[in-house]
């Protein structure tokens, strides 16, 4: 069964960075949309970014935006998020998952299938 793994995450202060990656396992993504999402706790998951197959659509969440990048490697088939001047607010477990359909679809976050996430944490 094709599953990810997310790592990457940490301890950082206010203003540092960080890098998270997905590795996809169990089969290629490179024709799947990829994406991000959090969780803070008490909160709902959320979209943070997402990225087409091939890498030439990206779209980020208004919150993110200016400060997060999302990028991948097929042939690595994996998927990063650089993360700058980071936030308290920032601060959830990162999740990434996979969708065939699109970004528009991804982001919708309608998925039965998680990885066990990454923990951010920001402190100020």
């Known amino acids: 069964q094709a599953h990810v793994v997310e790592s990457g995450g940490g301890l950082v202060q206010a203003g540092g960075s960080l890098r998270l990656s997905c590795v996809g396992a169990?089969?290629?993504?490179?024709?799947?949309?990829m994406g991000w999402f959090r969780q803070a706790p008490g909160k709902d998951r959320e979209f943070v970014a997402g990225i087409s197959f091939n890498g030439g659509v990206t779209e980020y969440a208004d919150s993110v935006t200016g400060r997060f990048t999302i990028s991948r490697d097929n042939a690595k088939n994996t998927v990063y998020l650089q993360m700058n001047n980071l936030k308290r607010e920032d601060t959830a477990v990162y999740y990434c998952?996979?969708?065939?359909?699109?970004?528009?679809?991804?982001?919708?976050?309608?998925?039965?299938?998680w990885g066990q996430g990454t923990q951010v944490t920001v402190s100020s």
């Open positions: 169990g089969r290629f993504f490179s024709k799947d949309a």
């Open positions: 998952n996979s969708e065939p359909l699109g970004i528009s679809t991804l982001a919708a976050g309608r998925y039965t299938y």
